[in-house]
Structure formats: structure tokens, C-alpha cells
């Protein structure tokens, strides 16, 4: 059944069931191909943008939507509930504009984000390296500056949409001043020196690619930094915090999904005479799976909504990502159980959904990191 969600206007309604829509005519007839294959999805993209799906929280004078960040973390995790591995790359797609729209010149912006709003263009995220994934400041890609620009030496690693996106959002190092010497520059994917490794063999989300990257002496003009240089740590960190969120609201459209199938197969299977949704035990572990669905939504909400209000929700983010992440794994762990042996196959999507869980309580931050940071704000 359609989760039944309290919107704040009947744009936002409207816009919840085109999300639908789209999902079930362009996603779901996908998606058990797509991850059994291993192939991109082509096509699906631009289908979201024409849609206007990829463009949701970011201004209309550039191209965007214009909806507040509540609206645009449910449409996430509609299409969270038919196919993770795109709305994951939604998300990514939207933390990847995020530094060019906040932190970019005006001449900037008009110059790129329409393309990248409006459909035209895929973006990525490129902030891991091999050797620096949780610890960020600890970046050692090289882009030191040259007459005209910079020059860039060195790997990045776990890059979502990597060797299918267009542009890059790239964190290296221009100067060697610790956690003030990293610089945020935007990428175009064809930049000579630019190339790509084999696409990780993934537990989940095997349709959209997930790569390393290998700079060569690759030129990036000056144009092309966004915002001060060295300030690009502060840059990265502010767009985690909202991209946070979208994992935060594709768990939970994971852990919905899971639920969806687990209690419809809870009411057609039947066990001693009755249906096993009847059987108190198992009941018992569907509402234990809504509950846990439900507070995890109520937790990216009330971050979502932290945000739109212009106060300040990074604990927030941190408190929704874990909360909705770890949801998430149990949720499709005991969707599983619900499922018995045949969870356990592929004739039936749920055995998916738990693989693709697992990821969940890694990228954007760990688990961990989230606890870290909850941690500090405590502490003051």
C-alpha cells in the first residue's frame, strides 16, 4: 500500500504521485534485469529529468524544483522503494550540485547548473581516496596550481556514478596546510589525464557503478574552482550533512519496500490452517518492522525539516542517517525471515534488499562517524 504521507501543500501531493508513477512504469519493470546483469540502467536518467526528479531541492532561476528538502527526501524514498541503486544515484547526483549552487559565483552557476539541473548531465561525488575514507582531512590527491589552473595528480576511490557521470565534484589537496589546504574543483569528464578503474564487485546496488579514479597530470582550468581555495573541507562537510539525509530517506524507502512484499506474503501464505500474518509471533515481527520504518522516517523528517527552517541540523542528519540505516537492516534482515527458505533465493526481492541494506550503514559517513559526531555535539 501507498505509505500515506502528511505533505505541506497539493504541489508536493502531486508531486509524490508523478514520483510514483514514473517509478512504477520506469523502475520497477527494470530493476531485477538491471542487478542481475550488472548493467547500466541507460536511459533511466534522463527519464528522472525530464521528469524534474533530479533538479527537486535547488533553486528555479538555475533550473531546479525549488522544494524544500522534506518534499524531496520523500520523492528519494519513493524511488527507494522500487530501485536503491538509482535513488542512491539520485542522491549522489544532488550532493554532487551541491557545492557549485551554495558555494559557486553567480557566473558559475548560470554557466553549469542548468545542465546539471535539468536532466542533460549525471554528476558524482568525488571525495574518498584508498587511504582517507572516514578521515577526510587526511586527503592526499594532489591539484596544485599551475599558470591557468591546476594540475592534478593522484587516486580517489568509492565514486558512485563513477565512469558514467559527466562532471566530477572533486576534494584534492593545493596546498600542504593540513585540513585548510584542500580545494573543491568541478571536474568535466572527458579532462585528458582523467581515467577510471574497474567497476567494484559489489554485495548490492550492482547497477550503477562504483569506481576509482586516476588523475594523470590532468588540467583543470581556474574557472573551475568552487569557492576560496582551501576551502573546500568545509564545503564537503556541509553537503554530507544533506547528504546524509538522501541515505537516510533511501533506507527507509528500502526498509518500506521490505515491509510492502513481507506483509503481503505474510497474507497469502499460510501455515497450520491460517494465514501467517495471524500467527502472534509473526505479527508480532511486522510491527516490530513498521515501527522501526516509521520512527526512522519521523527522524530524517524532522532533520528535513531543521533544514528548510534555516537552524542547524548536522547532529540531526547524523541521528536520521544512523537511525534510518540500521532500520533499514534489520527491517530487510527480517523481511528475510518472513520470506523462510524462499527469502533466502532470488525468485523473490527481499534476499536484494538486505544486501543492498548493508551499504547503507557505511556510505556518507559510517555508523561509527555518525555516533562520533553525535557524540561531540553532546559533549558540547
Avoid at 228 to 244: K, V
Wanted: aromatic share 8%; glycine share 10%.
Amino acid at each position: 500500500m501507498p505509505v500515506e504521507r502528511l505533505l505541506p501543500s497539493q504541489e508536493a501531493r502531486d508531486l509524490i504521485e508523478l514520483t510514483r508513477d514514473v517509478a512504477d512504469k520506469v523502475l520497477a519493470p527494470k530493476v531485477n534485469e538491471h542487478e542481475k546483469t550488472e548493467t547500466f540502467p541507460e536511459g533511466v536518467f534522463p527519464a528522472l529529468g525530464q521528469a524534474g526528479l533530479l533538479s527537486l531541492p535547488y533553486p528555479e532561476e538555475f533550473g531546479g524544483g525549488n522544494q524544500p528538502y522534506e518534499v524531496y527526501l520523500q520523492v528519494l524514498e519513493e524511488l527507494a522503494a522500487r530501485w536503491a541503486a538509482v535513488a542512491v544515484a539520485t542522491s549522489v547526483h544532488s550532493l554532487s550540485c551541491f557545492a557549485l549552487a551554495t558555494h559557486g559565483t553567480d557566473e558559475q552557476k548560470s554557466r553549469w547548473l542548468p545542465d546539471m539541473l535539468g536532466g542533460n548531465t549525471i554528476g558524482a561525488y568525488s571525495l574518498s581516496e584508498p587511504q582517507a575514507g572516514s578521515d577526510a582531512a587526511a586527503l592526499s590527491c594532489k591539484a596544485t596550481p599551475v599558470d591557468g589552473g591546476f594540475r592534478i595528480n593522484g587516486s580517489k576511490a568509492w565514486i558512485t556514478n563513477g565512469g558514467r557521470a559527466d562532471f566530477y565534484t572533486l576534494f584534492a589537496r593545493t596546498s600542504d596546510d593540513g585540513p585548510r589546504g584542500i580545494s573543491c574543483l568541478l571536474v568535466d569528464s572527458g579532462t585528458e589525464g582523467l581515467s577510471f578503474g574497474k567497476p567494484e564487485e559489489k554485495m548490492g546496488l550492482r547497477a550503477v557503478p562504483t569506481t576509482s579514479a586516476h588523475y594523470d597530470d590532468a588540467f583543470v582550468p581556474q574557472e573551475r574552482l568552487i569557492g576560496a581555495q582551501g576551502q573546500g573541507l568545509p564545503i564537503a562537510f556541509s553537503a554530507l550533512d544533506s547528504g546524509r539525509l538522501g541515505i537516510a530517506a533511501v533506507a527507509v524507502g528500502l526498509a518500506q519496500g521490505a515491509l510492502d512484499d513481507a506483509v503481503a506474503y505474510a497474507k497469502e501464505r499460510k501455515a497450520f490452517g491460517r494465514r501467517i500474518i495471524d500467527h502472534q509471533g509473526l505479527g508480532f515481527l511486522l510491527a516490530d518492522m513498521a515501527a522501526a520504518v516509521d520512527s526512522a522516517r519521523a527522524t530524517y523528517l524532522d532533520a528535513a525539516r531543521r533544514r528548510d527552517a534555516g537552524v542547524p541540523y548536522s547532529r540531526n542528519a547524523s541521528v536520521a542517517k544512523l537511525v534510518a540505516t540500521d532500520a533499514a537492516m534489520k527491517v530487510t534482515t527480517d523481511a528475510v525471515q518472513v520470506f523462510g527458505g524462499y527469502g533466502y533465493t532470488q525468485d523473490f526481492p527481499v534476499e536484494r534488499y538486505m544486501r543492498e541494506a548493508k551499504i547503507t550503514q557505511i556510505f556518507e559517513g559510517t555508523n561509527q562517524i555518525q555516533r562520533l559526531v553525535i557524540a561531540r555535539s553532546l559533549a558540547g
